[in-house]
């Protein structure tokens, strides 16, 4: 049973244009929706990451977009810039756990 | 501070042989995870720990994958034996107790059986 997907698989856009990343859930306990991001040879590191208290988050030009009714949550990355090519995770855990469950990943690349 | 340390970063086993994989963890954190990383599976949870006690020990990974947790500073995960698709990044990483707390990852450990 998939806890979180994650959509699309691999993504390419241009520099400066707005990167769109998808991920939905089933479980309505969860209350945790962290990104991770990943560079080619390093290890995963905590982006940004929302409570479902609001309904966005932003930190720069990173923004997440929460819809508790739809359980969906999606990563928008705004001016995307060629260092900004990495894999990015979504993730979903409940403030009862500390595990997390991650989507599959989404392979971004910003060309120039 | 130091993050979280693994050892070693590249091993070389053939199919059949035991390996040992090492983990510290950031120095405070209560809780410590072991991850299998593939293109294919993406970051799949082998066991957590919490205060040293096994929380999880990921289900379908049981029968060869064995993690410990010694003491609160130190973590090994064993593969006995080893198969070719075994082959992956291990992962280990810590975070502070607590529902929402980031976990900080480790370098990894590249495993490749032949």
């Known amino acids: 049973q998939q806890q979180v997907r994650q959509s699309p698989q691999s993504l390419t856009v241009w520099e400066g244009e707005t990167a769109i990343l998808n991920c939905s859930y089933e479980?309505?306990?969860?209350?945790?929706f962290p990104w991770y991001h990943q560079f080619p040879g390093e290890s995963p590191a905590l982006l940004i990451a929302i409570r479902p208290v609001s309904n966005k988050k932003e930190d720069g030009r990173f923004t997440i977009f929460f819809n508790k009714r739809e359980k969906k949550f999606s990563l928008h990355i705004a001016d995307s810039q060629p260092g900004d090519s990495a894999t990015y995770f979504c993730?979903?855990?409940?403030?009862?756990?500390?595990?997390?469950?991650f989507g599959i990943g989404t392979r971004v690349l910003v060309r120039p | 501070d130091a993050g979280v340390t693994q050892t070693p970063r590249h091993e070389v086993a053939e199919k059949g042989q035991t390996i040992i994989l090492k983990c510290e963890p950031v120095?405070?954190?209560?809780?410590l995870f072991w991850y299998r990383q593939t293109k294919i599976q993406g970051l799949e949870l082998l066991s957590y720990f919490r205060s040293k006690s096994l929380m999880e020990d990921g289900g379908a990974f049981k029968d060869r994958f064995k993690a410990e947790m010694l003491n609160s500073s130190f973590s090994t995960l064993k593969i006995q034996p080893t198969e070719p698709k075994d082959s992956a990044v291990y992962l280990c990483a810590s975070s502070y107790t607590g529902g929402v707390s980031e976990q900080y990852f480790g370098p990894g450990t590249r495993l490749t059986v032949l």
């Open positions: 479980d309505s306990t969860f209350d945790y």
């Open positions: 993730a979903v855990t409940n403030s009862a756990g500390n595990k997390l469950t």
């Open positions: 120095s405070g954190h209560n809780d």
